[in-house]
């Protein structure tokens, strides 16, 4: 298949709904219950064609694909038309294949519009200790491959208050997985918090700008501050490294593509490798995200692409690549088109 009609396909996946499946069909791997992501409160499955997968959301009562089995082929249509050939489900080590990636505590003192972390049951992750995760991870690897270990959470209690339970997990784990990347997702408000997280065995870190601009910003995340975030990204390339600190980027809240390609160039030129994530509109979030902002238009597969490739430039530009990170998004490649991956 074309590499274009597969990232039109993958485009479409991701930006559309449920996957339907069969009736009385048995999903052969564990289903993934998400905390976190773009998913945060489903059942989920990876599902990997041509060489890209996407996870998606899967119901046994509706969907806007369908997910057919014959004679153990499986393939996909939408809208009774057929639309994946030959598709295959990838099993989840915890949240991510092949790396076990954890939300430390779903809950958040911060209430941004699009979230639906905060708005999940409260006991979601209440018994996950520093020591449990470390279990958790023992066990899967006795019989899945885990490349890498990732850990993001709410902000509970204070910023400080979580930075520190980051880096009591870390320091459980890098003594546990001594060799084993592990990334983190936290958000932090002073230099010290990131020299504390690198300085546990922290490899690479994802600090969130989260939209193309500051009214934007101001929002849909009342509460952060827009301009230390970046002050935080440079500080962090400083400590980690170039190629070690990533930052995503929340596209469909109202930005123009020029928007999108200057928040890039300006991540970019300080070392930092922008991600691009698709706004998700569910049923839990839908109503802050209008409260929060005029209508948005839909975001489309052509939009989507674009973007990608305005994205791989940019990463030329500044000499960064995908495939220097071993954790979260950029490995995973699940959520997002991935400049070096998927094009």
């Known amino acids: ?198 300085n546990a065995g922290a490899t690479e870190i994802k600090i969130n700008c989260e939209a193309a601009r500051k009214d934007i910003f101001e929002k849909v995340c009342p509460g952060l501050d827009y301009d230390n975030i970046f002050r935080m990204l440079e500080y962090a390339v400083s400590v980690f490294g170039k190629g070690a600190v990533t930052s995503n980027v929340i596209y469909g809240l109202g930005e123009s593509d020029d928007d999108l390609i200057e928040i890039m160039v300006r991540l970019g030129m300080r070392g930092v490798a922008p991600g691009l994530r698709a706004l998700k509109q569910t049923p839990v979030n839908k109503e802050g995200i209008h409260r929060a902002l005029d209508d948005i238009a839909p975001i489309t597969p052509e939009r989507m692409i674009y973007l990608a490739k305005e994205q791989k430039e940019i990463f030329r530009r500044y000499d960064l690549d995908t495939r220097s990170f071993k954790t979260m998004c950029f490995e995973c490649t699940c959520c997002d088109l991935v400049p070096f991956k998927d094009l």
């Open 1 to 198: 298949m074309e590499k274009d009609v597969v990232l039109r396909n993958k485009a479409e996946l991701i930006l559309g709904g449920s996957v339907k499946l069969p009736k009385d069909y048995k999903v052969p791997v564990r289903i993934s219950r998400s905390t976190a992501g773009p998913g945060a409160g489903t059942r989920s499955v990876v599902f990997a064609f041509n060489g890209v997968r996407v996870k998606k959301t899967v119901s046994y009562d509706e969907g806007d694909f369908e997910l057919h089995s014959d004679r153990g082929t499986l393939f996909i249509t939408r809208k009774g038309k057929p639309f994946l050939y030959e598709v295959k489900i990838e099993p989840v080590v915890f949240h991510c294949p092949e790396q076990a990636f954890f939300n430390l505590d779903q809950r958040c003192i911060y209430n941004c519009a699009y979230c639906t972390s905060p708005l999940l049951d409260k006991n979601i992750t209440k018994d996950l200790t520093d020591e449990k995760i470390v279990n958790m991870i023992e066990e899967a690897s006795k019989t899945q491959k885990i490349k890498s270990i990732a850990l993001t959470s709410g902000v509970v209690g204070s910023v400080q208050e979580t930075v520190d339970r980051f880096v009591s997990c870390i320091g459980k784990l890098r003594a546990a997985f001594p060799e084993t990347p592990i990334g983190v997702e936290p958000y932090v408000d002073s230099t010290e918090q990131i020299d504390a997280l690198h």
